[in-house]
C-alpha cells in the first residue's frame, strides 16, 4: 500500500461489485471529489483499460486479496476485489 503524505485525506467508497461497468463508478467518484460532471474528465479506459472491469466480474478467489492500484485524474486509487476503495489526491 503506498503511503499518504503527512496532511493527506483519505477517501474511501464502496462499490457494488455486481454492477455492470464498475469502471463507470470509479470515473463518477472521481468526478464528485474534484466537483466536476464525468464528461470534463478523462476517459478510464485511456488510464487502466479493462482493468476494474475484469477484477469485479472474474475476482480471484478472496484468499488472493487482489487489488488494482492507478492514478487518475489527480488522484492514486486502489480498488480491492471487495468493491473497496481508496482515493488519495496526489501533487
Same mark, same amino acid.
Given at each position: 500500500?503506498?503511503?499518504?503524505?503527512?496532511?493527506?485525506?483519505?477517501?474511501?467508497?464502496?462499490? =457494488?461489485?455486481?454492477? !455492470?461497468?464498475?469502471?463507470?463508478?470509479?470515473?463518477?467518484?472521481? &468526478?464528485?471529489?474534484?466537483? #466536476?460532471? @464525468?464528461?470534463?474528465?478523462?476517459?478510464?479506459?485511456?488510464?487502466? =483499460?479493462?482493468?476494474? !472491469?475484469?477484477?469485479?466480474?472474474?475476482?480471484?478467489?478472496?484468499? &488472493?486479496?487482489?487489488?488494482? #492500484?492507478? @492514478?487518475?485524474?489527480?488522484?492514486?486509487?486502489?480498488?480491492?476485489? =471487495?468493491?473497496?476503495?481508496?482515493?488519495?489526491?496526489?501533487?
Amino acid at each position: 500500500m503506498a503511503e499518504v503524505p503527512d496532511g493527506e485525506q483519505i477517501v474511501h467508497r464502496e462499490f =457494488d461489485t455486481d454492477q !455492470d461497468d464498475p469502471a463507470t463508478a470509479v470515473a463518477e467518484a472521481v &468526478a464528485d471529489l474534484r466537483g #466536476e460532471a @464525468t464528461t470534463d474528465i478523462a476517459t478510464m479506459y485511456e488510464t487502466v =483499460d479493462h482493468m476494474i !472491469d475484469h477484477l469485479f466480474s472474474t475476482p480471484p478467489s478472496k484468499d &488472493a486479496q487482489v487489488q488494482v #492500484e492507478f @492514478t487518475f485524474e489527480g488522484y492514486r486509487i486502489t480498488v480491492d476485489q =471487495d468493491g473497496n476503495a481508496r482515493f488519495v489526491a496526489v501533487n
